[in-house]
Structures are given as structure tokens and as C-alpha cells.
């Protein structure tokens, strides 16, 4: 995630609430997923709850 967006991600300090607020794709496996940070499993598409 930090490698893919080094300038909204911090690592060290991100919180729950950034990643809402900046609509990151690591907000729901789904997003994730559709973004490329992770790899399709099985009935990905109904994990879409926000974190």
C-alpha cells in the first residue's frame, strides 16, 4: 500500500479514520482487490464491508 501511494500512506501512522477520509482501497478486501494490493480469492466481491 505504502509503495503504491507513498504520499498518502504512512505506515507508521495511518489510522482508521484516514483511510475512510481518503477513501483508500485497503477500506475493504473488495477494494483492495479491484485496486490490485491483493489477489481474487473465492466470493471476493461480497467483502465489501468497511474495515
Known sequence: ???KYPEQV??????KEEIISKNLP????????????LTPI???EFLDHII
Open 1 to 3: 500500500m505504502q509503495a
Open 42 to 44: 473465492e466470493s471476493w
Open 10 to 15: 504512512d505506515l507508521k501512522t495511518i489510522t
Open 26 to 37: 485497503c477500506r475493504s478486501v473488495k477494494a483492495a482487490i479491484e485496486d490490485g494490493l
